[in-house]
């Protein structure tokens, strides 16, 4: 059997966008039991018998009834003739569709659905005395329904229909929008290849990926955070995102060596937000701190570091103090694997992300740490018993702002650098990628680092493979 050779990516890639839609970022949907879980959310200016279009992610979990009404799963209007219009969900002979209608009539879905699989639906009404058609996978299913709305109540819900008692959805749902206009044929079929429909009339759209996990769910387009009832955050989602496969040259640090960067400016964030992300793999993790990087020392207090905690083995930010409010750590422990680490703080907030992951936050007294110490990788604020063994690739520090979560994922899944926001910020990166000599290069030069002993390695992250 043949394998794949995927070669480094320091761009997104085109194929890659295409199974990845805008703001699908593979973080989490919304998991509702079909008792009595919905989202609520704010009037978008549809009402009467005026065009519109549904449009979600769904993976129906189990039977949402034996037969009769329908369960909802993107609505608006009231429960009562022609008022509320929907996407939903039926059982019917034993099987499973997906339907789309007023509260008093609907068309059902010509194919049925299987349980725990995501599928792309779409309703599109054409206004007044017109139809309501059902497309699920951006093909047509069933007959389209001749139908006047005369929607009233124009408030929107996620998961139950039209507000009605004992009508709710046991679906996982993602990416859920309404528009005040008919969707085409071929933005239909786009949609469901991934790709993003224009914003021209997009009303409401919910991606069900809130980064916080929290009990709302954030509507982008109205900007409010819809309270949530009983609905949990789910990590299954219809787009998974996957790291690129690189084979490059690294830095190697043997617990007796440190990549040294010179005192500057422009690695000096006073009191202001800063951040640093990169690649380590560490060789061994013992009972000490091992020190991934650092600069300052712990006397005087000016300083910040990242280290791994010795008892908990998890990532560990710390700026200016001891104190716990100026403390962070990772919410898992790190392993000798490859892992991508990023840690910032915002002026409020200090962050910590692993892998992209889910960020852990701690409050931050927003302290001076400038200090004329060099950056160290490989060393825990300046001492030399506590050096990480371990590689070290393509690092990144910012000055003057924090990354953003979609550059965060964008470096760690594809390989992209960020671009530098310009004005008051300072970008800077080591590819450490050198493979011989102890001079590790800057982008933007002006700020090399020095290997104490050259050491590197190719055994780097996601190592790529010759066909076979």
Not at 159 to 174: E, P, R
Request: charged share 15%; hydrophobic share 40%.
């Amino acid at each position: 059997m043949s394998r794949i050779i995927i070669p480094g990516a320091r761009t997104a890639s085109p194929a890659r966008s295409l199974v990845l839609p805008d703001g699908m970022k593979g973080r989490a949907s919304l998991s509702l039991d079909g008792v009595d879980d919905k989202v609520v959310g704010v009037a978008p200016g549809i009402a009467g018998s005026s065009v519109w279009t549904f449009a979600a992610w769904v993976l129906w979990r189990k039977d949402s009834s034996a037969g009769g009404w329908p369960t909802g799963v993107v609505s608006i209007g009231a429960a009562s003739a022609n008022t509320g219009a929907f996407i939903g969900l039926r059982s019917s002979g034993g099987k499973g569709y997906l339907t789309a209608g007023v509260y008093n009539d609907y068309s059902l879905g010509g194919d049925p659905v299987a349980l725990g699989i995501w599928k792309r639906v779409v309703a599109v009404y054409s206004g007044g005395a017109g139809t309501i058609t059902l497309y699920v996978g951006g093909v047509q299913n069933g007959t389209p329904l001749a139908k006047t709305c005369n929607i009233t109540d124009t408030t929107p819900t996620l998961g139950v229909l039209c507000g009605a008692a004992n009508t709710f959805s046991a679906v996982l749902l993602d990416d859920a929008r309404i528009y005040s206009r008919a969707w085409s044929p071929a933005e239909i079929a786009a949609d469901a290849r991934g790709e993003w429909v224009s914003s021209t009339g997009l009303v409401r759209r919910w991606t069900c990926e809130n980064p916080g996990y929290g009990t709302t769910c954030r509507e982008e387009i109205g900007g409010t955070n819809d309270a949530i009832t009983g609905a949990l955050w789910s990590p299954d989602v219809p787009f998974r995102r996957r790291r690129v496969v690189e084979d490059v040259a690294a830095a190697f640090l043997s617990g007796g060596s440190t990549i040294s960067v010179p005192h500057h400016a422009d690695l000096d964030p006073g009191t202001g937000p800063f951040g640093i992300m990169g690649w380590v793999a560490p060789r061994i993790l013992r009972l000490n701190r091992d020190g991934i990087m650092t600069k300052g020392t712990t006397a005087p207090s000016q300083y910040w570091f990242l280290t791994v905690d010795e008892v908990t083995k998890k990532a560990y930010f710390r700026c200016n103090s001891a104190l716990g409010a100026n403390l962070v750590l990772s919410a898992a422990p790190l392993s000798q694997r490859w892992t991508h680490i990023c840690a910032q703080r915002d002026g409020a907030f200090l962050y910590l992300l692993v892998d992209a992951g889910t960020p852990a936050t701690a409050a931050d007294a927003g302290r001076d740490v400038s200090n004329l110490n060099p950056v160290e990788f490989g060393r825990y604020a300046g001492a030399d018993g506590y050096r990480l063994a371990g590689a070290f690739d393509d690092w990144i520090w910012r000055k003057g702002s924090p990354f953003t979560r979609d550059e965060i994922e964008a470096n760690y899944y594809d390989g992209v650098i960020p671009t530098n926001p310009g004005g008051a910020v300072k970008q800077i990166a080591w590819g450490m990628r050198e493979n011989a000599g102890t001079t590790v290069v800057s982008s933007p030069a002006g700020y090399n680092g020095t290997l104490s002993a050259a050491s590197w390695t190719t055994a780097t992250r996601c190592h790529a493979r010759s066909a076979a």
